[in-house]
């Protein structure tokens, strides 16, 4: 069964760097999605993508956050200057449609130290 | 503003019934979800109503919606000690499909 995929799992970074979070998502799939949790708290939408371009985004999505679709199958989350608070689980998805089931990737864990 | 609540804990007996529960403050919702997270892997979609239904059952999980009382369950029948994982309450709201999710309710199921 087709899956969405990150890498890493796990990304530790220093204070102030940049990060870069990768997703492959389902390859037929065209609503790319990401989101976060920082432990003990709730899932947050960051960011929805769809035909190249951002549709929708949250607060929390500044302009210290990029997404890309580099190519045909790769969809990446830049954290640019990071900062103790980003540390966070941060979720990939991917769906069909726009209102069709989102498939979640198992998750990056990032750690800024 | 949206907000969705759920209890932290559930713990139940091998073959008991779950019943897991959410209340949710936007009353125009559209969608409600739940979601299962096992340890290592994404979030999956367990299932889902319309803000316009009031029950859906599918095998052994069974979703019921008030909407009055803006309250949502999850039972799941017979449960097994595969189901032991974290469940994500959600709801969207009319004009996105973006969920909200709830901080999640981790089911342990003991023997």
């Known amino acids: 069964e087709p899956e969405v995929t990150q890498t890493p799992s796990h990304q530790v970074t220093q204070m102030g760097q940049e990060v870069i979070l990768r997703c492959v998502p389902i390859?037929?799939?065209?609503?790319f999605y990401w989101y976060r949790q920082i432990l003990g708290q709730k899932v947050e939408f960051l960011v929805s993508?769809?035909?190249?371009?951002?549709?929708?985004k949250s607060e929390i999505f500044d302009d210290q956050f990029s997404v890309e679709r580099p190519d045909g199958s790769n969809f990446t989350l830049k954290i640019r200057s990071t900062k103790l608070e980003d540390s966070a689980m941060y979720f990939c998805?991917?769906?069909?449609?726009?209102?069709?089931?989102?498939?979640f990737g198992p998750g990056t864990r990032l750690t800024v130290t | 503003g949206e907000d969705v609540e759920q209890s932290l804990f559930l713990s139940v007996r091998e073959g008991d019934s779950s019943v897991i529960n959410c209340t949710y403050t936007?009353?125009?919702?559209?969608?409600l979800y739940w979601y299962k997270q096992e340890p290592g892997a994404g979030l999956q979609l367990l299932t889902y109503?319309?803000?316009?239904?009031d029950m859906k059952q599918d095998q052994r999980l069974t979703v019921l919606l008030n909407k009055k009382d803006k309250h949502l369950s999850l039972r799941i029948a017979d449960t097994q000690t595969g189901d032991s994982a974290i469940y994500f309450c959600?709801?969207?709201?009319?004009?996105?499909?973006?969920?909200?999710f709830g901080r999640g309710t981790s089911l342990i199921v003991h023997p």
């Open positions: 998805a991917s769906g069909g449609l726009a209102d069709a089931e989102q498939y």
């Open positions: 390859s037929n799939h065209l609503y």
């Open positions: 993508f769809y035909n190249n371009e951002i549709s929708e």
């Open positions: 936007d009353s125009s919702s559209t969608y």
């Open positions: 109503i319309f803000s316009n239904m």
């Open positions: 959600a709801e969207s709201i009319r004009g996105s499909y973006i969920p909200t």
